[in-house]
């Protein structure tokens, strides 16, 4: 059973998108299983799955950040590798592989973001580690190839 707003209370569609998002998920939904075109709201659905494609690309960025730092850290500060560091290895390298395999259109955006987001990686390590910026490579020692490889740390 679907919740619903008072009928007086909303005006059209568009102001079901803005009083009750659930609802107006819900409702869409089902006017989407009824083939009931007409009664859609295209202009904030067309934004909703816009803004899924944006969410998409942007988590693989962030995984891919947080990746790299770790595998910087752990080439760079050998004495401090441990388990936790081994896990998040593990959990974001694994994160970016199921991406990649659901949606396997996101490998160009990959390889065009993977220099930036080393970039990032960099600055977030000096932060994370205390280390100068100079400690950590200009350019990524990993390859692409190699950090989605479940088998690969790196080397002091």
């Known amino acids: 059973m679907t919740a619903q707003l008072p009928e007086s209370q909303i005006t059209s569609r568009s102001d079901l998108y803005e009083q009750d998002f659930y609802l107006w998920i819900q409702t869409t939904a089902e006017l989407l299983k009824q083939k009931n075109f007409t009664q859609l709201d295209l202009e904030n659905l067309i934004e909703e799955i816009e803004t899924m494609g944006r969410s998409e690309r942007r988590a693989l960025e962030s995984n891919l950040e947080v990746l790299l730092m770790h595998l910087l850290k752990y080439q760079i500060q050998t004495q401090r590798r441990s388990p936790s560091c081994q896990y998040t290895i593990l959990e974001h390298r694994r994160r970016i592989e199921k991406a990649l395999k659901e949606s396997p259109s996101l490998k160009p955006h990959f390889d ?45």
Do not use: C, M
């Not at 970039?119 to 950090?147: M, N």
């Open 112 to 156: 065009r973001i993977f220099e930036e987001s080393y970039q990032a990686a960099r600055g977030l390590a000096v932060i994370e580690t205390g280390l100068p910026i100079a400690t950590f490579p200009e350019q990524s020692p990993f390859t692409p190839q190699q950090i989605l490889d479940p088998d690969f740390l790196p080397e002091s």
